[in-house]
């Protein structure tokens, strides 16, 4: 599979927003139901992601195979944390080989410095839950009314985990 990745003109964020609520829609609904209609949730989202991802130090990666969006990822790099704010996988590209490949591509591109990994987890996705353990993140606490999980771990499991050099 022809899997590429890349970091969008901050410029052009608003008008990928849609297609990145569509993926995150799509993995997200069947776990945690919305509340609101398929548009209230897409804007609501995009209001509050499009300005986030406008600033730095948050970044957001952009998954494809061929000309097919299939993911994206939002991070951002701060104080010797690697914090993964969001990845979103098609499906269908679940098991495909992308997640693998993606940190492959994207760790030689993060700060030498880093010591630590996080991510937030909703309590309700046992699928990232198992992931994030899998990479060698710990459970550390449950936060925001018992609604996520907050995960940690070290940097040097990630890279030895996806063959980088530490």
């Known amino acids: 599979m022809d899997f590429h990745f890349e970091y969008p003109d901050r410029s052009f964020v608003d008008q990928i927003l849609p297609d990145l609520f569509s993926l995150f829609y799509e993995n997200m609904h069947s776990i945690v139901p919305f509340d609101k209609s398929y548009s209230e949730a897409l804007s609501e989202w995009a209001s ?13 990666v952009l998954m494809y ?13 701060n104080n010797g944390i690697f914090m993964m704010e969001e990845i979103q996988i098609k499906k269908d590209f679940c098991g495909s080989g992308a997640f693998r490949l993606f940190y492959e591509w994207l760790i030689p591109q993060l700060p030498s410095d880093i010591l630590f ?16 353990e899998h990479i060698g993140l710990l459970k550390c606490e449950e936060i925001q009314n018992g ?20």
């Open 48 to 60: 509050e992601i499009g300005c986030a991802l406008k600033k730095e130090p948050r970044k957001l």
């Open 65 to 77: 195979c061929g000309c097919q969006l299939i993911g994206f990822c939002m991070y951002y790099v």
């Open 117 to 132: 990994v996080e991510a937030f987890v909703n309590i309700e996705n046992l699928r990232s839950q198992q992931i994030l």
């Open 147 to 166: 609604r996520f999980f907050h995960y940690r771990g070290k940097y040097s499991v990630l890279l030895n985990k996806y063959g980088a050099k530490s």
